[in-house]
Antibody
Framework: QLQLQESGPGLVKPSETLSLTCTVSGGSISSNVYYWGWIRQPPAKGLEWIGNIDYSGRTNYNPSLQSRVTISVDTSKNMLSMDLNSVTAADTAVYYC????????????WGQGTLVTVSS | EIVLTQTPGTLSVSPGERVTLSCRASQSVTRNNLAWYQQKPGQAPRLLIYGASGRASGSPDRFSGSGSGTDFTLTISRLEPEDFAVYYCQQYGSSPLYTFGQGTRLE
């Protein structure tokens, strides 16, 4: 059974870089069937797509975050990573990794999410 | 930029009722690539519907999706106690590539 597990620091200081990883088990991240990516949710707010990556390493990013975010995969570790630099309090959110269908765009598998707080 | 507007924001309902949730797009959704998710407190969203009307694996058959172009609907035929949650619609294809509605809460 496919499982996604996010990990990373719960607290990041303003202006620093937020780095998260997502370990995938029960399936291969190098499969050419799906995209793998990140979605976030500020406390008590809605969902915001951050970006995703396909098996070849091609990335798609939300234009509102594109200048600050980098998504990558480590196929040897079956792991997805995300770096978001120059963070502010507005980046405080629960961050989810998710598997997304490349043609129809739905995310049919999600991690449980990890809360990241930006504060000094 | 495409915007998805969900109405109502909050809906007061009772178990056993038929419930209809609306999602309207500011422009036509590419190939009707519209999905619906259910999110309960402290949990990740769960996919219910994809491609506007396709039922996701494990999604109960009381959930159905319909619509095309700019107007989409999620219907719960008979509300169960476990269906009280927030429901989000999401489109794929217009900039930004993936956009979510603001959600409808069932209480």
């Amino acid at each position: 059974q496919l499982q996604l597990q996010e990990s990373g620091p719960g607290l990041v200081k303003p202006s620093e870089t937020l780095s998260l990883t997502c370990t995938v088990s029960g399936g291969s991240i190098s499969s050419n069937v799906y995209y793998w990516g990140w979605i976030r949710q500020p406390p008590a707010k809605g969902l915001e797509w951050i970006g995703n990556i396909d098996y070849s390493g091609r990335t798609n990013y939300n234009p509102s975050l594109q200048s600050r975010v980098t998504i990558s995969v480590d196929t040897s570790k079956n792991m997805l990573s995300m770096d978001l630099n120059s963070v502010t309090a507005a980046d405080t959110a629960v961050y989810y990794c998710a598997r997304t269908h490349p043609l129809t765009g739905e995310s049919n598998a999600w991690g449980q999410g990890t809360l990241v707080t930006v504060s000094s | 930029e495409i915007v998805l507007t969900q109405t109502p924001g909050t809906l007061s309902v009772s178990p056993g009722e038929r419930v209809t949730l609306s999602c309207r797009a500011s422009q036509s959704v590419t190939r009707n690539n519209l999905a619906w998710y259910q999110q309960k407190p402290g949990q990740a969203p769960r996919l219910l519907i994809y491609g506007a009307s396709g039922r996701a694996s494990g999604s109960p058959d009381r959930f159905s999706g319909s619509g095309s172009g700019t107007d989409f609907t999620l219907t719960i035929s008979r509300l169960e106690p476990e269906d009280f949650a927030v429901y989000y619609c999401q489109q794929y294809g217009s900039s930004p590539l993936y956009t979510f509605g603001q959600g409808t809460r069932l209480e």
